[in-house]
Each structure stands twice: as structure tokens, then as C-alpha cells.
């Protein structure tokens, strides 16, 4: 079996959700693949925790994520790089491995791809970002061919290599997650609180509708969280923090529906499948990867991009949803076991490619 390092996200320690969605897909994939049998390795910020799997901690400054800055920012490092430290570990150990799996979406590990002999896989956890990041990838794609892999068509197609992207989509232990036939009054609304989420569209429809909605998730930008209170200071939300997996489970499932409400091209959407997995119908706008996860009238509803109107018309309809084919779509298309096989076949013709 292959012997894998997995390079993690530079922005935060995993398991403190400040790397967003690509945290859970990380654990998921190193679950599965360990359970086959794989050598995994991961190597993460200092304070990572993973459920079984060994974590190498690297200590250093964290990388600014790179959604917060503009397309033209140039390329910047921190002193003392947690990523440059990081990949200067991978570099060190990499005779020991017959892939590295980049997931850190940062302009470094794509540059340095030609100075490593051990053939790097690099997954994509969002759309395009930079000038710089597309720019280098675009060489990446180029050279080194069927080594990138992102989760979703909408996703690939926001660079301009989107055909040689190859697509993986995600997955979650749907044994953690349990169905819920009857839930309670409240919505809920899941996600790194930050600017691209919209959190205010989903607290602007609530407050026409007067459901109460929970929320959770990482404050990412406590500003901005301060200026949606001060906007709808009457409004029926409720802030739930971050919570593991167990806990957001047992919260999630009580609820009528999921909102998403991304203001960018989300990738995914992980808090997705984990709704469905509950048995929640998820209410998305139709944009980026929600939109090819949502079945339009079966497991939710798919809503015209920034219409505060269409998400009100999806809350008052959400109950004619059947919760039991949400959580029948979750274990069809959504299993660890197609992850697991996806992730082999990408790194199987990787290995094939550069042999």
C-alpha cells in the first residue's frame, strides 16, 4: 500500500475550524485511507488534532487565509513560516513517502513542486483566489499533469486549467451522523462567519419570516459578526459557537433546514452533506458547489444568488421536503468508501504518470 504525507492547511491548527471545510475532508480522506491499509503521515500548525491519525506539528507564524486579501496581493510569507516549515519537514522526509498531498491552498508548495523528487498531488479546497496562486497553478497543471484535484465542476471551472482539473467531490463518516424524521422549529446556518458566507442574507430572511435560526460555526471576523447584530438587532438568531462533530450532529439534525447563503463560488460546502446526512434539507443559493449538491425540490432547494425573497419562499415551503431522501442521497453518493475510491484512482494515475 502507498505511504502518503499530507501537507495541511498553513491558516490554522485542524480541529479549531479556522481552515474551513478542508479540515473535516483531510480527516475524512486520511480515515478511509488508513483504514485500507495507506502509511499516512499528516503535517499540520501546532495544536492540530485528528481523530487516529498521526499529526506531525509544525510550529510558526500562520499564513493570512487568502480569501481576505485581493486578487492582486502579491506573495507574501510570514517570518518563521509555519508552511515553509511545514514543507521544509516534507523535503527532509520525503524518501519515506511515494506521494505528497499538497492541501494547503497557498502559493508556495506549487513553486516549489519542481524541487521536490517525490511526486506531490496537490487538492484544491477553493475556487480562484489570486493572479499570482492561478498563475502558478496554471504552470503546475501544465508540467505536471492530472496532479491537481478540486471538489467540484463549478470550482475547476473558476481557473483557467479547469480541464485538467480532476474532480473528487467530498465525503463524511455518515456513521457519526444520525437521521432525524421530526425536527424542531429552528433553521440553522453552518460555516466560517466571514464576509463570502452572507450570514446576513440568511438573518435578513429569518427576520421577515420570524423562524428562529441557529447558528455555528468559527468567528472568523468578529467585526463583521458585530455589524450583522447591530443590523438585526430583534432578529431570531442565536449563536451556537464551534462544535465538534458529535455536537453539531445531534444540533444540526433538530433542525427544519440548513441556509447557505455563499456570497463567492464555494467549492463544496461540507456542512452540505452533513445536513443531509441528519436527514435537513439544505436551502442554497444556486451558486458554485451547493448547486451541484442539492437536488432542486427532493433534498432542498436551490435559490436565485442574493435573493433574500427566494430564500423567505424556500423557509415557508422546506416541510414539504422528505428528511428520509436527504439522508438516502447522503449514503449514495456521499460515503467515505466513494471518497476512498476516488482519492486511489487520482493518486494511482498520478504514480502512473510520473514512474
Not at 43 to 52: D, E, K, Y
Not at 157 to 180: E, G, K
Not at 307 to 331: F, P, Y
Request: charged share 15%; net charge negative; aromatic share 10%.
Amino acid at each position: 500500500m502507498l505511504k502518503l504525507l499530507f501537507i495541511s492547511t498553513p491558516v490554522g491548527a485542524l480541529g479549531t475550524g479556522q481552515g474551513g471545510g478542508v479540515e473535516l475532508t483531510i480527516q475524512n480522506v486520511a480515515q478511509e485511507l488508513q483504514q485500507r491499509g495507506y502509511k499516512i503521515e499528516v503535517v499540520a500548525p501546532v495544536g492540530s488534532v485528528l481523530q487516529n491519525i498521526p499529526v506531525t506539528e509544525i510550529s510558526g507564524n500562520l499564513q493570512i487565509a487568502v480569501q481576505t486579501q485581493g486578487r492582486d496581493i502579491p506573495i507574501c510569507l510570514p517570518s518563521d513560516s509555519t508552511l515553509a516549515n511545514m514543507l521544509d519537514y516534507a523535503r527532509q522526509v520525503q524518501d519515506e513517502y511515494d506521494l505528497i498531498v499538497n492541501f494547503a491552498f497557498d502559493w508556495l508548495p506549487f513553486y516549489l513542486t519542481p524541487f521536490f523528487y517525490c511526486p506531490i498531488a496537490h487538492f484544491i479546497s477553493m475556487g480562484s483566489m489570486t493572479e499570482a496562486l492561478d498563475q502558478i497553478m496554471s504552470q503546475i497543471a501544465t508540467n505536471y499533469p492530472h496532479t491537481i484535484g478540486v471538489y467540484t465542476k463549478s470550482q475547476a471551472d473558476t481557473f483557467p486549467f479547469a480541464d485538467t482539473c480532476t474532480i473528487l467531490s467530498s465525503a463524511i463518516d455518515l456513521s457519526l451522523y444520525q437521521f432525524v424524521s421530526y425536527p424542531g422549529k429552528s433553521l440553522a446556518w453552518l460555516g466560517r462567519i466571514a464576509p463570502e458566507k452572507a450570514l446576513e442574507d440568511a438573518v435578513a430572511a429569518v427576520n421577515i419570516t420570524g423562524t428562529p435560526l441557529k447558528i455555528y460555526g468559527k468567528i472568523q471576523d468578529q467585526d463583521y459578526w458585530q455589524k450583522i447584530q447591530q443590523d438585526f438587532p430583534n432578529s431570531p438568531i442565536e449563536y451556537m459557537g464551534f462544535l465538534s462533530t458529535k455536537e453539531l450532529q445531534q444540533e444540526l439534525g433538530q433542525s427544519r433546514a440548513l441556509l447557505m447563503t455563499p456570497r463567492w463560488i464555494e467549492a463544496f460546502g461540507n456542512v452540505a452533506i452533513e445536513a443531509l446526512a441528519c436527514g435537513v434539507p439544505v436551502i442554497a443559493y444556486s451558486r458554485g458547489g451547493p448547486a451541484e449538491i442539492v437536488k432542486d425540490g427532493v433534498t432542498g432547494f436551490l435559490v436565485e444568488p442574493d435573493s433574500i425573497e427566494g430564500l423567505v419562499r424556500a423557509i415557508n415551503q422546506v416541510d414539504l421536503i422528505d428528511r428520509h431522501k436527504c439522508r438516502q442521497q447522503a449514503e449514495i453518493e456521499y460515503s467515505l468508501t466513494t471518497l476512498g475510491d476516488r482519492f486511489s484512482a487520482w493518486f494511482n494515475q498520478i504514480l502512473a504518470t510520473t514512474s
